[in-house]
């Protein structure tokens, strides 16, 4: 695969990449240009890989499905190294889940929460530091509510944080540590009614 054809697809690849791993990894500090850059090295490598290794088994055929899919693999590769490496990995997150059998039984024994009542609430989690161990923090809330409030699920900045019911982190070991329960909202009843 020749030179300007590798950084044409890998220009290609860098976007294509930018759209799918912002759904998974945190989008690196360098946006878009920094996938595009990523993609176009990647497939770069890829193609010089392709050519150094091959080049006795495929010499004089230029119709090799290696030579388009390592650049690809490549490529693609390259954005995700980028984006983890220089992604602010804070805002990294595992995708919207269902309770896991250990919160939903700390809920219950803490909160009260039924079996029934859990079922539809759905978490965040991400990896953090708590005291200086790597813990996974979790926040609860009802799917319903925040798509009503026109947040979108694989976007955990859109999601108003008081939407969130419940959170906490888990322990290396499994243990489930909930964070204080919110508080009710106060209720004045009126001079007159009393």
Do not use: C
């Amino acid at each position: 695969m020749n030179l300007v054809v590798s950084l044409g697809l890998g220009l290609l690849l860098g976007w294509l990449a930018s759209q799918v791993a912002g759904r998974f990894v945190a989008e690196s500090r360098f946006g878009l240009l920094g996938d595009l850059v990523a993609g176009a090295a990647g497939s770069v490598v890829g193609a010089l890989l392709v050519n150094r290794m091959l080049v006795a088994a495929v010499a004089g055929s230029s119709m090799n499905p290696l030579a388009i899919v390592v650049p690809v693999l490549v490529a693609l590769l390259a954005v995700v190294v980028l984006r983890v490496a220089a992604g602010d990995l804070g805002r990294r997150f595992v995708p919207v889940t269902a309770l896991t059998e250990a919160i939903r039984l700390r809920l219950s024994e803490e909160r009260g929460v039924t079996e029934l009542a859990a079922a539809p609430l759905r978490m965040m989690q991400q990896r953090g530091q708590y005291a200086a161990r790597t813990v996974t923090y979790f926040q609860i809330f009802d799917p319903k509510t925040v798509l009503a409030q026109g947040a979108d699920l694989l976007r955990p900045d859109t999601i108003d944080s008081r939407s969130f019911l419940h959170s906490g982190f888990v322990e290396s070991d499994g243990r489930v540590v909930l964070n204080q329960a919110p508080r009710p909202p106060i209720v004045r009843e009126s001079v007159a009614a009393l």
